[in-house]
């Protein structure tokens, strides 16, 4: 018990430094996923044919397939090709294309829900396609997505912790230098593992609170609430 | 190395991260369900105390589950990391799959409980031929997503050595110098996988679907 | 959520009691492996040409044939566990495996933890770089200029962690930790990393797997003699692997593995 406490206290700073990496991580990843993933959710929607072949094949192999596997295409693989990210770099565009599938989805079924009749009655009142979606669909599906897409944050902060893979200095990977130094691998990974429950608990949090904040009141859709 | 035998190698993994897979998707499934019963039959304490252990394992990354589960049963027990990693993996989607099967147990409604009540069959007897029959029918297509999710996390075990397609794809890069190629593969065998399981379980979905509920 | 909280931290409080309180089993390794009639030993199988896996897919190299030869004087069957390099030594603590033959070093760290057998072999570091490395390393301390890959867990992070690190001579961001040491090959190709640190036979074996790379450098640092990891306290079978080393030394078998394979 005390060599744990011990062990927390001497690797402390070392893990908060790993937190601030993972959670830069998680944000980046979700910006970068969330622009894509709004992109291929309106290619899929109402782009033409083979924008819709696109996004629907790219959102199945992104997620049909492992991360840690995009993960090591992107930082080994590319080199071959000419193309040699650094470490941080590949960990964020392989979170960010990944989650660029899941959020595709989130975002999809929101546009799906706002339904065909106010694009016609967009385009009646004058408005082009891409007005009607952009002042009238995606004010009202961004919002509508909150609930389901509230998830994706939590899981993204998750798969975040196989970067240290690639030798990004994460929380994981400092949680391996504690285990290595001390040859306690069990205690450090549990100090570890407080630590991504403390980071997942207070975002779950942050989203609960996003979510109230931006329901629009008589207009919910059946949604999976958070994922905690 | 010629190409075909390039292929053969990282595919020869496979049966490792089949094997993986096989042995964490049921155990967890197992698990999952004596825990999900539990959780809606089994109380007030029951409830709380599985409410307080789906969220601490939901709420880990997998792969750090993954090596403090490993390091202890490697502790207590001799496994091989095949086992070790194939039984962790199926205790961390244990809550996962406990909570599937709590969600589709709470939607069959409660008055087919108290009609079998009614009827004469014990509390046993009802959730054994009345509740679980639909509600294992009910799980499928969220459980279909959680055995993608199980094959997907497979590939964790690589970090524990055992030689699974993402192990035999990097030792091959490694030692013919074509990384891009050998993680091509890699992916392609994973996506492989999991469409052949969705496609299953659909087939299965839609063959034990009663009829007139969907 | 404050309960659920509350409730969190005891619970990882106990399980991390409970794991401080579990005390290895008392009876010996050796009457273990000769019962069983099978010794497990866990190696990390990327260090060529001490221990890799060939291109057919088994365990191959100078400690994995040493190692082979020891389980037969023993009269045992060799049973391999490959693991990642730093979970060797915990594996060997917590008896997860027998025993570990992986070019382990000596060090006092890991000799509180574990045994070690009598030296088999004494190697050198040398400092791995691309041929188009233009900077100059006269001291073994130059290194810190640069970006450094080594394998975690490994002697040289070790060295590198407290004699450049510690010491203020570097950034820790210009230390990257890989699980294998080919994958450092790998980032030193790619141009991301500049120097790995490694010990000087698999330095020059991955010259010739990779080419385009020198050494640079080759000292000891904190290498020298490597040892097979034991179980800590077990003197009988501490002296039966020490025994056969000897006796493998003497009969110059280890004399003809290394010219085997370290010869070129």
Not at chain 3, 188 to 209: K, N, T
């Amino acid at each position: 018990m005390s060599d744990w406490l011990n062990l927390l206290i001497r690797f402390f700073d070392d893990f908060l430094v790993g937190a601030g990496v993972t959670l830069e991580l998680t944000a980046i990843g979700l910006v970068m996923g969330f622009l894509l993933g709004l992109g291929l959710a309106l290619g899929k929607v109402y782009g033409n044919k083979p924008l819709c072949w696109f996004s629907t094949a790219y959102i199945e192999l992104f997620r049909g397939t492992p991360l840690l596997v995009q993960l090591f295409l992107i930082y080994y693989g590319l080199p071959s090709l000419g193309i040699t990210l650094s470490q941080t770099l590949s960990a964020y565009l392989a979170l960010g294309l990944n989650s660029a599938a899941y959020q595709a989805e989130y975002l999809r079924g929101a546009i799906l829900a706002i339904g065909n009749t106010q694009m016609t009655a967009g385009r009646a009142i004058g408005l082009s396609r891409w007005q009607t979606i952009l002042h009238i669909i995606l004010p009202q599906a961004l919002r509508l997505a909150i609930p389901s897409w509230s998830n994706e944050p939590i899981l993204l902060l998750k798969s975040t912790a196989v970067v240290f893979l690639i030798a990004v200095q994460d929380l994981m990977a400092k949680a391996k230098r504690a285990a290595t130094t001390t040859y306690n691998p069990i205690g450090s990974y549990l100090a570890v593992a407080v630590v991504y429950l403390v980071m997942v608990f207070a975002l779950n949090a942050l989203l609960k609170w996003l979510e109230r904040k931006a329901r629009i009141p008589g207009f919910e859709m059946e949604g999976k609430k958070g994922s905690l | 190395m010629d190409i075909i035998r390039f292929i053969q190698y990282i595919a020869s993994g496979t049966a490792y991260t089949l094997g993986v897979t096989f042995v964490a998707l049921p155990s967890g499934l197992i698990l999952g369900l004596i825990l999900a019963i539990i959780y809606v039959y089994g109380g007030k304490i029951a409830a709380r105390t599985l409410s307080v252990y789906s969220t601490i394992m939901r709420g880990i990354p997998p792969i750090v589950l993954l090596f403090i589960l490993y390091f202890i049963m490697s502790g207590t027990i001799n496994l091989s990391p095949f086992w070790a990693g194939s039984i962790s993996l199926g205790v961390i989607s244990s809550a996962y799959q406990m909570e599937i099967i709590r969600g589709a147990i709470l939607s069959v409604s409660g008055g087919q409980m108290i009609a079998a009540l009614a009827i004469g069959m014990s509390r046993l007897q009802a959730i054994r031929y009345i509740v679980l029959p639909q509600t294992l029918r009910l799980a499928i297509p969220p459980w279909s997503n959680e055995a993608a999710i199980v094959i997907k996390d497979s590939s964790l075990v690589y970090a524990l050595g055992v030689p699974e397609i993402l192990r035999r794809a990097q030792l091959i890069s490694a030692s013919t110098q074509q990384p891009f190629l050998a993680y091509t593969t890699a992916a392609l065998i994973y996506f492989g996988l999991v469409l052949f399981t969705n496609t299953l379980l659909r087939r299965l979905e839609n063959r034990l679907r009663i009829p007139a509920n969907p | 959520m404050k309960k659920v909280s509350v409730a969190l931290m005891l619970m990882f409080l106990v399980a991390s009691a409970l794991v401080a309180c579990a005390s290895p089993e008392a009876d010996s390794v050796l009457d273990k492996i000769q019962e069983a009639g099978t010794v497990v030993v866990g190696t990390s199988a990327d260090y060529p040409p001490y221990e890799y896996v060939d291109e057919s897919g088994n365990f191959a190299g100078f400690d994995i044939e040493l190692m082979t030869e020891i389980a037969k004087r023993m009269d045992v069957e060799l049973e391999w566990t490959d693991m990642p390099f730093d979970s060797l030594i915990a594996a060997v603590q917590e008896g997860k495996i027998d025993m570990s033959i992986s070019c382990f070093n000596y060090s006092e760290e890991r000799d509180e933890k574990v045994d070690f057998s009598d030296a088999y072999y004494t190697s050198e570091d040398a400092f791995l770089v691309a041929e188009d490395f233009a900077g100059t390393i006269t001291n073994a301390e130059d290194v810190a200029n640069f970006k450094i890959g080594v394998q975690s867990g490994t002697v040289q992070d070790e060295w590198v962690t407290t004699e450049l690190i510690d010491a203020g001579l570097m950034e820790e961001s210009n230390l990257s930790r890989y699980e294998r040491v080919d994958q450092a090959a790998m980032d030193l190709q790619a141009g991301r990393i500049e120097v790995i640190v490694a010990d000087s036979v698999p330095a020059q074996a991955l010259m010739g797997q990779f080419g385009g790379f020198k050494i640079v450098f080759e000292d000891m640092l904190y290498t020298g003699p490597i040892n097979i990891v034991l179980p800590e306290g077990d003197s009988e079978l501490q002296e039966r692997v020490n025994s056969i080393i000897a006796e493998l030394q003497s009969e110059g078998f280890i004399d003809d593995l290394a010219v085997k394979y370290f010869s070129d």
